[in-house]
């Protein structure tokens, strides 16, 4: 695997002189700054080089740009409305602009409105630190409640629904609306804090679009961005929703191996393929990550190593961002998986045998606690995650104990 790091730009809490010594052997980042439809232009793909490649004195960082995550899907493509087919060519444009600059892997998603969804950033440990959470009552708090979507309690349990509208009750109105703030909030990936009217329209406008529709306009997408890829070398890998099930009575199309299958399946292509993001997945008990692993890996081209605990078994369902090796996925035996892949595809003689993969989100630790990062992407707690990850993985790629024997 080659160990990668997220970072946000130069106003990143944590610079190039940080990732290098977290050992991080490349960089994960996007032009956060261009608006979504808009093309990237081959200076800002440039600049964005230069600021990785150098240290605070000016040395040679030694490391690069190795994803893009993501190079986003504007709404109106996923709608196929107003000037849609305009943002497919500039989509087009900026493949090759990132190509032409030796880049070859862009991950992007395509849930409609909320990119990842949590609603509690800073949740405490019991040890003292926090990590991030979703928490299916307060969720509907908010959905039932505060935004006050027509229908949303037949998208619940009862018991759901009881427990909402007695935490409802219990709330005063800051809280309802940090609650709100935190549900849509500027998370990384997304552009805008948007505005409870804001989040209304976009649900209007879904509300006629199925998923099953939806899954036709990103097969339209793909047919026509997947022959761009092949022609100038990028290997595209979709992102999985985050929580993998449906929020807001909104379709969500990415969230199971079947929903995979499907889409693999539709546009067969090497360049189609999947960022395998153990922590979204994991949110669904019936989501097996090991098993995805050896069954899909063939068409993985990236990786996100994360770790959740889900408070029950439910598909719909609170969960916690656990530490990277405990949670509800087996890391080790996902792991496993990968170096497996790995090896297999080094024998079959494949150039990208080794799998970007970075360690997903964090959680605030020792000093994290005293800065306020990106949610979700401290450095400290981060950097553990890599080194836990690092040993697991060194551990299994050991030519002579490791499962990379073969
Ligand atoms: C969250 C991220 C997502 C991801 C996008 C990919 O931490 O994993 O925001 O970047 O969904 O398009």
Known sequence: MRQTWRWFGPHDLASIDDVVQAGAQGIVTALHHVPNGVVWTPEEIAK????????????PSGIAWDVIESLPVSEDIKKQKGPWREHIANYKQSMRNVAAAGLEVICYNFMPVLDWTRTDLRWPLPNGGSCMRFDINDFA????????????????SNAVVDEAARRHAAMDDNTKKALAKTITTALPGSTETMSLDRVREHLAEYGSISPEQLRRHFVDFLEEVIPVAEEVGLRFCCHPDDPPFSLLGLPRVMSTEADYVQILDAVKSPANGMTLCSGSLGARPD??????????????????LRNVKRDSDEMVGSFFEAEHLDGNTDMVALIAAIVEEEARRKAAGRKDHQIPMRPDHGQDI?????????PGYPTIGRLKGLAELRGVMRALEHGQFGVARA
Request: charged share 35%; hydrophobic share 35%; proline share 2%.
């Open 366 to 374: 020792l000093d994290d606690l005293n800065r306020r990062s990106q």
């Open 141 to 156: 708090v908010f959905d039932i409640h505060v935004l006050e979507r027509r229908g949303a309690q037949a998208d619940y």
């Open 287 to 304: 989501n097996d990550l090991p098993g995805m692993m050896r069954r899909l890996g063939d068409r993985v081209h990236f990786l996100h």
């Open 48 to 59: 964005r080089q230069q600021e990785i490649s150098v240290r605070k004195d000016g040395s």
